[in-house]
């Protein structure tokens, strides 16, 4: 069902269902992330797309749209998580190719 190399059907689909947000404005954005990126993220993006969606509505929007700096969000800091995978994964999320209709 997926070309990963990365992650396997059941892990993309898993995935794909914690895209999906109360938040209108956060939910289409991951869908359409979920759709053009999801299957090609690295492990390290994986993980830090894991510990995004963690994240509160708000907060997670905030990032994405570049409202909050990742190195405000406590959660993220407390996990040691990746900079720069969640960097890589913040800038697919804002990525204005994927965000248009």
Known sequence: MTNSPNMTDEEVRRLSWRCRRGLLELDIVLQR????????LTQAELVALDSLLDLPDNEFLD????????????ALQAKNS?????????????????NEG
């Open 33 to 40: 992330f979920a759709a053009h990126y999801l299957a090609g």
């Open 63 to 74: 990032l994405v749209t570049l409202r909050l700096p990742v190195a405000g969000v406590a």
């Open 82 to 98: 990746n900079d720069q995978a969640l960097q890589s994964v913040l800038a697919k999320l804002s990525a204005r190719d994927q």
